[in-house]
């Protein structure tokens, strides 16, 4: 009888070990957070220079928002001061503003708006965040709901809103958040953005049932949905449990968490289109590492099954990890601006994409949760 119990105490061990081994070192994945950091400060010393593409356009574009938020996020994790200065001197080269103004309805060019606000967060000064208030409180105050009409947008814009309500504590925040999220979710295109059945998003009305991927399926581009789980994260980390429509996002959250699971590569990766595997099936790190940032989030709050996403989370960060950061910081396979699978192809290890800023942020939200796993 003593020996069956010990038995049963070791099979009872065996997964919990063998979850926890495969678990990276924290102080690997910060170092390789900073190396693809140091990689692309060292290329942007001036804050403030354009970006020269098809077009010149500032440095307050949606693409540098977003690797501002992957700033803070490493930076919360391990607060150094030249984190904290190039984030403040940028947001001070804008005069803490948005591309278009105070006025602008576009949820890119209010995407900047989130580091403003972690940065008054961190040293509170009106000043930092007068003009994003401004401009949130206009569309709180204006009676149009339908400014999300691409999924993207909702990453851009909605944990802006989340934010100001926290931090004022003022509930009109959450319920225009709410009316903007569920119209695009349930009325843009054609009957909404959102497959509830498939618990993943069509990128904008262009991409509506009848058009369907060369195999037949429905058109998924991988990181427009990884936008969208990266919005929900955001909010879900910002509001409390009790705030309004809090449940709302957090059951979006998992059904896009468990639509992952079951299409995710042998490689970690996640294909560009997610239920077309033959349609440009190469490696992609952007979607990937919004799909990381969700699901290491999920499984740090206990609001994702460990058992269940753990492993699918470590395949795909050793992917990222593994597969995409070169010696010197630089990061392959980042698909360029676009909205579906054709564009920016081909994907290459060496390739530099049109933008080098929101694939690091993508890589940078994706090492600040994973940092966090515990054993």
């Given at each position: 009888?003593?020996?069956?119990?010990?038995l049963?105490?070791?099979l009872?061990?065996?997964?919990?070990?063998?979850?926890a081994?495969?678990?990276?070192?924290?102080?690997?994945?910060?170092?390789?957070?900073?190396?693809?950091?140091?990689y692309?400060?060292?290329?942007?010393?001036?804050?403030?220079?354009?970006?020269?593409?098809?077009?010149?356009?500032?440095?307050?574009?949606?693409?540098?928002?977003?690797?501002?938020?992957?700033?803070?996020?490493?930076?919360?994790?391990?607060?150094?001061?030249?984190?904290?200065?190039?984030?403040?001197s940028w947001a001070?080269?804008?005069?803490?503003?948005?591309?278009?103004?105070?006025?602008?309805r576009?949820?890119?060019d209010?995407?900047?708006?989130?580091?403003?606000?972690?940065?008054?967060?961190?040293?509170?000064d009106?000043?930092?965040?007068?003009?994003?208030?401004?401009?949130?409180?206009?569309?709180?105050?204006?009676?149009?709901?339908?400014?999300?009409?691409?999924?993207?947008?909702?990453?851009?814009?909605?944990?802006?809103?989340?934010?100001?309500?926290?931090?004022?504590?003022?509930?009109?925040y959450?319920?225009?958040m709410?009316?903007?999220y569920?119209?695009?979710?349930?009325?843009?295109?054609?009957?909404?953005?959102?497959?509830?059945?498939d618990?993943?998003?069509?990128r904008d009305?262009?991409?509506?049932?009848?058009?369907?991927?060369?195999?037949?399926?429905?058109?998924?581009?991988?990181r427009?949905?990884g936008?969208?789980?990266?919005a929900?994260?955001?909010?879900?980390?910002?509001?409390?449990?009790?705030?309004?429509?809090?449940?709302q996002?957090?059951?979006?959250?998992?059904k896009?968490?468990?639509?992952?699971?079951?299409?995710?590569?042998?490689?970690?990766?996640?294909?560009?289109?997610?239920?077309?595997?033959?349609?440009y099936?190469?490696?992609?790190l952007?979607?990937?590492?919004?799909f990381?940032?969700a699901?290491?989030?999920?499984?740090?709050?206990n609001i994702l099954?460990?058992?269940?996403?753990?492993p699918?989370?470590?395949k795909?960060?050793?992917?990222?990890?593994?597969?995409?950061?070169?010696?010197?910081?630089?990061?392959?396979?980042?698909?360029?601006?676009?909205?579906?699978?054709?564009?920016?192809?081909?994907?290459?290890?060496?390739?530099?994409?049109?933008?080098?800023d929101?694939?690091?942020?993508?890589?940078?939200?994706?090492?600040?949760?994973?940092?966090?796993?515990?054993?």
């Open positions: 009888m003593k020996l069956q119990r010990i049963i105490l070791i009872l061990i065996q997964p919990a070990l063998s979850y081994q495969k678990l990276p070192e924290r102080n690997e994945v910060l170092k390789l957070m900073c190396l693809a950091n140091e692309f400060m060292n290329k942007w010393v001036d804050v403030g220079k354009t970006t020269i593409t098809d077009k010149e356009r500032p440095s307050n574009i949606w693409t540098r928002g977003v690797y501002y938020e992957g700033l803070m996020s490493l930076h919360r994790i391990y607060p150094k001061e030249e984190f904290y200065n190039y984030a403040y001070e080269f804008h005069k803490w503003g948005m591309r278009n103004g105070n006025t602008t576009n949820a890119d209010q995407c900047c708006g989130q580091t403003y606000i972690d940065l008054y967060q961190i040293s509170p009106p000043a930092k965040i007068k003009n994003i208030k401004l401009c949130m409180d206009m569309l709180v105050a204006t009676p149009q709901i339908d400014d999300w009409s691409w999924i993207d947008a909702i990453q851009m814009a909605m944990p802006v809103f989340a934010k100001l309500g926290v931090v004022f504590n003022d509930e009109q959450f319920e225009k709410y009316e903007m569920m119209f695009t979710r349930n009325n843009h295109g054609d009957n909404g953005l959102f497959n509830e059945k618990g993943l998003w069509w009305k262009d991409f509506d049932p009848p058009y369907t991927e060369p195999n037949g399926e429905d058109c998924y581009w991988s427009g949905n936008w969208v789980a990266a929900l994260t955001r909010v879900l980390e910002e509001l409390p449990e009790n705030a309004p429509h809090y449940n996002y957090l059951n979006d959250y998992k896009m968490m468990d639509a992952l699971v079951p299409i995710q590569r042998e490689d970690g990766f996640w294909n560009v289109s997610l239920h077309d595997p033959n349609n099936g190469g490696k992609e952007t979607g990937t590492a919004l990381v940032y699901i290491a989030f999920g499984i740090n709050q099954p460990r058992e269940k996403f753990l699918v989370v470590l795909a960060w050793n992917g990222l990890a593994n597969d995409c950061l070169h010696e010197n910081g630089f990061l392959g396979f980042v698909q360029s601006t676009g909205k579906e699978p054709k564009d920016g192809q081909p994907v290459l290890y060496d390739k530099e994409p049109n933008f080098d929101y694939g690091l942020g993508c890589f940078l939200l994706a090492g600040s949760e994973i940092y966090k796993l515990k054993e």
